[in-house]
């Protein structure tokens, strides 16, 4: 059994990530944390959560700004991490990978635990190798901290690295949004368009529970991306 930390607990998506390792026959919810909690129904900080639990995995699904501390609080405990959490810099990134690998310790930054985002990630990079003109446009609810999205991020890394170019990203916020992407690729007389949508926020559940199940196999060091863990 795995025994798994969820940080950011009482948000929209820690909630139901809660929910799903407690109901998960493989998996122990060892501990809740959120600011908000303790007295007995969790933790206000992750150290000591990770202190009082000595749990197998850390899941973060927080904000931008405690990416980083709770990176480092998992790995001065030698406890896997799956960041679920997007906006982290890429100094941070850095710092988080250099750390990681001097304790031994996998953490993997999955920006969309969503098996269509990975897919559509998957295929405008396939795409990308023979139409480089593309636009991305990320569209989100309007609670979203950080923007561009870290799947937008993501999806413009993916293009450069297939098509030396990286696209734009246009950032919309809407109420009656959960979280869309589009990547629209232009070419004489044609256009494609790739674009994944979710309607709820059980669209990452599955992936964070197959991230926290599969992050201890993974060497050491920050690894990006859900398809790293997927069969
Ligand atoms: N990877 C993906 O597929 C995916 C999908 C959706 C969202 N996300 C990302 O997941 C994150 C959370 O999104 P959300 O919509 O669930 O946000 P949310 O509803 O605002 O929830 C944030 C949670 O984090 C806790 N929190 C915030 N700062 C904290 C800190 N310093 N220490 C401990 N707990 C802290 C909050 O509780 P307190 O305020 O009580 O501390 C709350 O439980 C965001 O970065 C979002 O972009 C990722």
């Known amino acids: 059994m795995t025994r798994v930390l969820v940080s950011g607990a009482t948000g929209r998506l820690g909630a139901p990530i809660c929910a799903a390792v ?3 026959d493989d998996l122990v919810l060892a501990g809740r944390v959120a600011r908000s909690l303790g007295n007995g129904d969790g933790f206000p900080t992750l150290a000591e959560a990770i202190a009082a639990t000595g749990a197998d995995v850390v899941v973060d699904v927080t904000r931008p700004d405690a990416a980083e501390p709770h990176c480092v609080a998992a ?9 679920g959490t997007t906006g982290m810099d890429a100094d941070a990134c850095g710092r988080v990978d250099a750390a990681a690998r001097a304790a031994g310790v996998p953490v993997l930054s999955c ?10 990630m998957r295929l405008a990079a396939e795409a990308a190798r023979v139409l480089p ?13 950080d923007a561009p999205s870290g799947t937008a991020k993501r999806t413009a890394d993916l293009l450069e690295e297939a098509s030396g170019r990286r696209p734009p990203i ?7 949004v959960v979280a869309n992407q589009s990547v629209v690729f232009g070419a004489p007389a044609q256009t494609l368009e790739i674009r994944n949508v979710t309607t709820g926020l059980e669209a990452f559940v599955p992936g964070a529970l197959i991230a926290a199940r599969r992050v201890g196999a993974l060497g050491p060091g920050l690894h990006v991306g859900l398809e790293l863990v997927l069969d």
Do not use: C
Request: proline share 7%; hydrophobic share 60%; aromatic share 2%.
């Open 75 to 83: 790995i001065a405990a030698g406890v896997p991490m799956v960041l």
């Open 111 to 120: 920006p969309n635990f969503a098996i269509t985002a990975v897919l559509m």
């Open 22 to 24: 407690a109901a998960a």
């Open 170 to 176: 246009s950032s919309l916020r809407l109420p009656g």
């Open 133 to 145: 003109d593309a636009v991305i446009v990320e569209e989100h609810h309007v609670n979203k901290v």
